[in-house]
């Protein structure tokens, strides 16, 4: 027996946006994400230390042979890109909470490309690349800075993972729940009148 008309309907409609709208929002928030890795960039040309170098007259050395300089700017780079991968999580989980699969596509795309950016504004803000050169303008004996490299190029995963990490950890937390449908309302015959008997007037086996 269908519901009746004051009755809740059974499959509630699904009142989220469409599908183009979604794509949208996605296209927006990947393309925003990427240009905030234009900061990541300038913060690790700044952060990151620097390798030493010094040259001779034919030569260019390792100023600290030793020196784990090469290794604090990939680690200042994983490090920085995980703290903008959680805040951009943070931010689009706080700007769309229902999220979807496009949103959550678009994150993962603008954070990728976001670190790539960084990556290579970095290498152009910092020291110049023409060693050579910079040898031969510094002098034999003084001491110049190496171009900054990105030696570890998996830290250019960091901003994407952590970004999906915490949206999706704060959706599965915080994020709005699906609907319960409402059941049919079961319609008892025995109030019917005629006691035990169903909808066609025979008799219910007891």
């Not at 004051?6 to 599908?19: H, K």
């Not at 020196?67 to 994983?78: H, R, V």
């Not at 490090?79 to 769309?96: D, T």
Request: some cysteine; proline content about 8%; overall charge negative.
């Amino acid at each position: 027996m269908p519901p009746s008309a004051g009755s809740a309907a059974p499959f509630p409609e699904d009142d989220g946006p469409g599908i183009q709208t979604e794509l949208k929002e996605a296209a927006v928030i990947a393309v925003a994400v990427t240009v905030c890795g234009a900061f990541l960039g300038l913060l690790w040309n700044w952060l990151a230390p620097r390798v030493p170098l010094v040259a001779d007259e034919r030569s260019v050395f390792l100023k600290e042979i030793e020196g784990e300089q090469a290794i604090g700017a990939d680690g200042t780079f994983l490090l920085l890109a995980l703290a903008f991968g959680v805040l951009s999580g943070l931010v689009v989980f706080l700007a769309r909470k229902r999220g979807g699969v496009p949103l959550v596509v678009g994150l993962a795309l603008g954070g990728l490309l976001a670190s790539v950016v960084a990556w290579r504004l970095g290498i152009l803000v910092g020291p110049g690349g023409d060693v050579v050169a910079r040898a031969k303008e510094a002098g034999p004996g003084v001491t110049f800075d190496a171009p900054l490299e990105l030696n570890a190029i998996g830290a250019l995963l960091a901003w994407p993972i952590a970004a999906l990490a915490v949206h999706l950890g704060l959706t599965a937390l915080f994020g709005p729940r699906d609907p319960e449908f409402d059941a049919v309302p079961y319609h008892d015959w025995s109030a019917a009148p005629g006691g035990k008997h169903g909808p066609e007037g025979g008799a219910r086996e007891s």
